[in-house]
């Protein structure tokens, strides 16, 4: 079973940057979906990037061209690099893990994603 940590967050002047690190235990982790999501208050939860197995990402519109995620499959670690970050960008983030099920592209919703990390706060100052 996959266990997941966040960790980085933190607050930063807009225009600032900061690196989301999620720390991953289980053996399946390599073969599944990794993706983050935030949920800012009042504001339901958004997806905001997603990773497949070979490497491939897919981000919210709103996020394109400021944020990367990548991982590190040695050190069992997804990140989320933020650059340009905005107020709005101030939300709760958490990392996730799910097994696509019947071999599904890995998507930010296209099918409930069962394991969660504790999630970690981004604040952008003005």
């Known amino acids: 079973q996959e266990h997941l940590v966040e960790s980085g967050g933190g607050s930063v002047q807009a225009g600032g940057s900061l690196r989301l690190s999620c720390a991953a235990s289980?053996?399946?982790?390599?073969?599944?979906?990794l993706a983050w999501f935030r949920q800012a208050p009042g504001k339901e939860r958004e997806g905001v990037a997603v990773?497949?197995?070979?490497?491939?990402?897919s981000y919210i519109n709103s996020v394109k061209g400021r944020f990367t995620i990548s991982k590190d499959n040695a050190k069992n670690t997804l990140y989320l690099e933020m650059d340009s970050l905005k107020p709005g960008d101030t939300a709760t983030y958490y990392c996730?893990?799910?097994?696509?099920?019947?071999?599904?592209?890995?998507?930010?919703?296209?099918?409930?994603?069962?394991?969660w990390g504790q999630g970690t706060q981004v604040t952008v100052l003005k």
């Open positions: 996730a893990a799910e097994d696509p099920p019947g071999g599904k592209w890995c998507t930010l919703g296209g099918f409930e994603y069962n394991y």
């Open positions: 990773i497949d197995s070979k490497g491939s990402t």
């Open positions: 289980g053996d399946a982790y390599r073969n599944y979906c």
